[in-house]
């Protein structure tokens, strides 16, 4: 079996090596300077735009490699590493242009190769549904912005550094957050996540938690500027929606058995609370924000992983049935154990700094929101404990034998995932 999973290693090896060079090309072209790489093109990257391109590539890269069983059992393999390509390429460009029209579709574009994850490689045979819910919830909630688009493009510029003179409604407020909320996304419009995530393959999770959700939120950096002149009314309304949304997700995560369902249903927790710090203006919030994304970026797609590793050995993700795992896979269970403790932001991952930096500005903006807020990090901590424990301890109900501790990549995987989540955090005051 090691052998085996020695060979299926060096089979991915190759494209995964391609991929990192990407992220080494992006390192390069960083400096202390608040936009980090100006072209004469289209293009200009800034911190926020850096940071999350290195998280793009890294976390498709452990994508592929998560991914071996394509590979060893030769599922078109070649047309899924395409699938991968691609969408590296388009996460780069996405955060590379300076342009609205340019962003849109780049936005959009990443949907296709995602549809196509989930159709290709999904486990159930709803993957269709899934798949076709995902494209109708984004689709229609960010065509409106199309139009809004081409409109700031009539009336002045589509750079994204340049505020444009246009008339301002509350039609515009919707049109403008509303294509971001969706795919963030926000309480009342998250179910197409959830449904997704329970149809995809493991790479199409990875990748929908670590990236495919940051986009939004980036999409809200670059937009809400056009907000500090009013909707401060619209923009509460957002706010408090999004935070005691994430508190009924929260306790919701509590009677979830679904492993997969649970560590989608904290996604939205913890974006909720980026929503929030987003729409104060302020530029803690704005920090915080990028930091748990960039943070939960990799927690999330390190649980997604967890979580395909045990369907594999269990062929269930229940945790009524997919119990005691401690006693077969002892060393696997050090990382559920270390991927969980930074899903419940102990010290001293990137979660942690990020959520100091929004219950401040939260707090600061308004000290009612510390009642959601609180109960929320407190909730947060037992959806994570009750997914370690009811996992890990009690008894395996089933007879079936064969387990092992795991394959060498399966810990390599899990390791890139802990590792930066848990340095970062000494090198990221350079944003503050």
Request: include cysteine; aromatic fraction near 16%; hydrophobic fraction near 55%.
């Amino acid at each position: 079996m090691g052998v085996m999973g020695g060979l299926v290693m060096m089979s991915v090896w190759g494209e995964c090596v391609m991929l990192m060079l990407a992220v080494s090309m992006i390192m390069l072209c960083s400096s202390s300077d608040s936009v980090v790489w100006k072209s004469c093109f289209v293009g200009e990257l800034d911190n926020v735009g850096w940071c999350l391109s290195i998280l793009s590539v890294w976390v498709v890269s452990l994508a592929v490699m998560g991914s071996k069983g394509v590979k060893k059992n030769n599922q078109n393999s070649m047309f899924f590493i395409l699938l991968m390509t691609s969408l590296v390429i388009i996460f780069l460009l996405s955060f590379y242009v300076s342009d609205f029209m340019f962003f849109y579709v780049g936005f959009e574009s990443s949907l296709v190769p995602i549809f196509f994850l989930i159709l290709g490689w999904g486990y159930q045979p709803d993957r269709s549904q899934a798949g076709i819910y995902m494209m109708l919830y984004t689709l229609f909630g960010s065509l409106p912005l199309f139009f809004l688009i081409l409109n700031l493009s009539e009336n002045g510029s589509s750079y994204m550094y340049v505020v444009s003179t246009c008339e301002r409604s509350f039609f515009f407020f919707m049109f403008l957050v509303g294509a971001f909320l969706v795919k963030f996304p926000m309480f009342f419009l998250h179910l197409w996540l959830l449904k997704a995530h329970v149809e995809a393959p493991v790479a199409g999770s990875m990748i929908l938690a670590g990236v495919m959700l940051k986009m939004g939120g980036y999409g809200l950096v670059r937009f809400l500027v056009f907000l500090e002149s009013g909707f401060s009314v619209l923009s509460e309304v957002v706010l408090c929606v999004s935070l005691w949304g994430g508190l009924a997700v929260s306790m919701n995560c509590l009677r979830q058995t679904d492993m997969k369902l649970l560590v989608a249903s904290s996604s939205v927790v913890h974006m909720s609370s980026c929503i929030g710090g987003l729409f104060i203006l302020s530029e803690w919030g704005m920090k915080g924000a990028v930091v748990v994304m960039v943070g939960h970026g990799l927690c999330s797609s390190g649980l997604f992983y967890l979580v395909n590793v045990v369907y594999e050995r269990t062929g269930s993700r229940s945790m009524v049935l997919s119990k005691g795992l401690l006693n077969f896979m002892p060393s696997m269970c050090l990382w559920w154990f270390f991927l969980v403790s930074s899903n419940m932001s102990a010290p001293v991952s990137l979660n942690l700094l990020g959520e100091i930096f929004l219950l401040l500005s939260l707090v600061s903006w308004s000290s009612l929101v510390a009642v959601p807020v609180g109960v929320m990090c407190f909730l947060s901590g037992a959806y994570s404990l009750y997914l370690f424990s009811l996992s890990q301890h009690g008894r395996y109900v089933s007879n079936s034998t064969g387990f092992h501790s795991g394959f060498v990549i399966e810990y390599l995987v899990s390791s890139c995932h802990w590792i930066p989540l848990n340095t970062m955090v000494f090198g990221i005051f350079w944003l503050v």
